[in-house]
């Protein structure tokens, strides 16, 4: 038997029962089954209902750091699809403004980057990619920052893309409609306040940290009572033992596992959301969130960078937390990223850190 829920005023004139769908004949069984846009609208994807709408837009150069620079290939990529609900900054002061619901279709950042030759221009000074980032840019001088990580070190690494495509997601029961994109779109699935989708990007630029770390490699203990955060404005905080965030705690169990020796251990880590102690000593603006880096090092001048969105504008509650260990000898200060399926961003020793942001 064939369960519908609905009634097909679509197909041939034709009544079923809307709750057993006991009446629907097989020829209009098959039409379904046969029929690919009333399948769309119909099936039990709430996604697809709409056909997807083609964006125009040539594939963006890439640059920066690296031995082949030249424009991006695609076309042996395989496609990805994320869904966002597009939350967009207060033109003035007035509030957020929501534009639509889409399933976007594309190609993801980290499948276009991940054939590029990394040539770091510190490479003397820190050979690792933990600290590379990359700028995305249209050529009305929109831009976008996002780490390296957030490409290749999380567990949602296709979530950014440049999309192609575009469906957009209606409700079923409202006449609520909004307009579609029309050219290609950069798209940060993951972020709550829309700041890094930026409209037919043309230039992908891959670059390393540029502030120097102080320490030497294998330093040990790594301890340090303090982390120095130098910001925007020559403004510059101290984090020490007198940090509280209301008492806020998040908990992550953690099967650890880097990508260089595997797993490490089985753990549990308890800490303060990074982006509420951020959020206590600096003022963040929207530029800062579609802009705006922090990389934080230890003594040992090993170092990690976060884009500013993916601390503070995340919309799937992986928290980057921040340990204080005050026992540990390769505390005090920890940083752990919630979202990360390789351990390769988890600080120990956290000494010293950076806000830059991207011009």
């Known amino acids: 038997m064939f369960i519908l829920l609905f009634s097909f005023t679509c197909l041939p004139a034709q009544d079923p029962d809307v709750i057993s769908g006991e009446t629907l004949k097989p020829e209009y069984l098959q039409n379904y089954l046969d029929n690919p846009v009333i399948r769309a609208q119909y099936n039990n994807d709430p996604y ?17 750091e690296i031995l082949n620079h030249g424009q991006a290939y695609v076309d ?9 609900k597009e939350y967009f900054p207060a033109k003035r002061n007035g509030k957020p403004e929501f534009r639509g619901a889409f399933q976007y279709i594309g190609y993801s950042l980290s499948d276009i980057v991940k ?33 390296w990580g957030e490409l290749f070190f999380t ?22 409609k909004w307009t579609l994109p029309e050219k290609t779109r950069l798209v940060a699935s ?34 340090s009572p303090e982390i120095e955060i130098r910001g925007p404005g020559n403004k510059t905080t101290v984090i020490d033992n007198s940090m509280t965030v209301n ?3 998040v908990s992550h169990d953690l099967v650890f596992f880097g990508m260089h020796k595997g797993l490490r251990s089985i753990d549990n880590y308890t800490g303060v959301p990074l982006a509420e102690v951020l959020r206590q000593r600096f003022s963040f603006t929207n530029d800062d969130l579609a802009r705006g880096m922090i990389a934080i090092g230890a003594k040992d001048a090993y170092r990690v960078v976060f884009s500013l969105s993916e601390i503070l504008n995340r ?15 390769d505390g005090r200060f920890m940083v752990h990223p919630g979202i990360d399926f390789f351990a390769d961003r988890h600080l120990k020793g956290a000494k010293l850190a950076y806000i830059i942001l991207i011009e």
């Open 115 to 147: 054939d590029y030759v990394v040539s770091k221009y510190n490479k003397g000074e820190f050979g690792l990619t933990s600290d590379i980032f990359v700028i995305v840019e249209n050529d009305r001088g929109n831009r976008a920052v996002f780490s």
């Open 190 to 223: 993951n972020d709550y306040i829309t700041v890094r989708n930026i409209d037919q990007p043309s230039k992908i630029i891959i670059r390393s940290f540029p502030q120097s770390f102080p320490g030497s490699r294998g330093l040990r203990p790594l301890f």
């Open 155 to 176: 567990t949602h690494n296709h979530d950014i893309i440049l999309a192609t495509h575009v469906q957009p997601i209606f409700p079923v029961a409202s006449d609520e």
């Open 48 to 64: 697809d209902n709409d056909r997807a709408v083609k964006l125009k837009g040539n594939m963006p150069y890439v640059s920066g």
């Open 315 to 329: 919309t799937d509650m992986a928290e980057v937390i921040l340990l204080d260990e005050p026992d540990d000898e």
């Open 247 to 249: 008492d806020l705690r």
């Open 76 to 84: 042996k990529l395989l496609k990805r699809t994320v869904v966002v």
